[in-house]
């Protein structure tokens, strides 16, 4: 999927944990949108990668687009990592990759950014490199820029507009 709606799927995440701990709220709810997009750290056309682009074409040149920041181990070091510093916003930056990962399951593409095999993710990676998912929505397709994006986006502002 596109940042933009990785971004509106980690801010659903982060509102409802956000909920759970208000007083942590402003991390939580950081750590949910940059987990959102941090999986694709691993190609320079994200969002993130622009920013962080030498870092992200290493990614890219050593393990492609939608390789090991798309995998199980990933998730569970990144959301380890954070958790160290704290628990509620450890879990808000694991909730926030988790929805990057089911989202890029369930989506797929071509051309330079992705591999041949386009959809998926490699979650058992580095024991396989095989990709998990259905290729149900293609990215920055009519679905998900005039359905999943708007519907998610607003459902977040709604959640969020309680909360405050
Ligand atoms: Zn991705």
Same mark, same amino acid.
């Given at each position: 999927?596109?940042?933009?709606?990785?971004?509106?799927?980690?801010?659903?995440?982060?509102?409802?944990?956000?909920?759970?701990?208000?007083?942590?709220?402003?991390?939580?709810?950081?750590?949910?949108?940059?987990?959102?997009?941090?999986? #694709?750290? #691993?190609?320079?056309?994200?969002?993130?990668?622009?920013?962080?682009?030498?870092?992200? %074409?290493?990614?890219?040149?050593?393990?492609?687009?939608?390789?090991?920041?798309?995998?199980?181990?990933?998730?569970?070091?990144?959301?380890?990592?954070?958790?160290?510093?704290?628990?509620?916003?450890?879990?808000?930056?694991?909730?926030?990759?988790?929805?990057?990962?089911?989202? #890029?399951?369930?989506?797929?593409?071509?051309?330079? %950014?992705?591999?041949?095999?386009?959809?998926?993710?490699?979650?058992?990676?580095?024991?396989?490199?095989?990709?998990?998912?259905?290729?149900?929505?293609?990215?920055?397709?009519?679905?998900?820029?005039?359905?999943?994006?708007?519907?998610?986006?607003?459902?977040? !502002?709604?959640?969020?507009?309680?909360? !405050?």
């Amino acid at each position: 999927m596109m940042g933009r709606t990785h971004l509106a799927l980690g801010a659903v995440a982060g509102v409802h944990l956000a909920a759970a701990t208000p007083r942590l709220g402003l991390p939580i709810m950081a750590a949910a949108l940059i987990g959102a997009i941090l999986p #694709d750290v #691993d190609t320079p056309y994200s969002k993130l990668g622009r920013r962080l682009w030498p870092l992200s %074409r290493i990614i890219l040149m050593t393990f492609g687009h939608r390789g090991g920041t798309h995998s199980a181990v990933f998730l569970i070091l990144a959301t380890a990592a954070m958790w160290i510093v704290s628990p509620p916003v450890g879990l808000a930056f694991g909730a926030g990759i988790a929805t990057h990962l089911a989202a #890029d399951a369930v989506s797929f593409g071509h051309g330079t %950014r992705f591999t041949a095999r386009g959809a998926g993710v490699p979650l058992l990676w580095p024991l396989s490199e095989r990709k998990a998912g259905l290729r149900l929505v293609k990215v920055n397709g009519p679905l998900e820029n005039l359905v999943i994006l708007p519907w998610v986006t607003l459902y977040a !502002v709604q959640l969020g507009w309680r909360l !405050v």
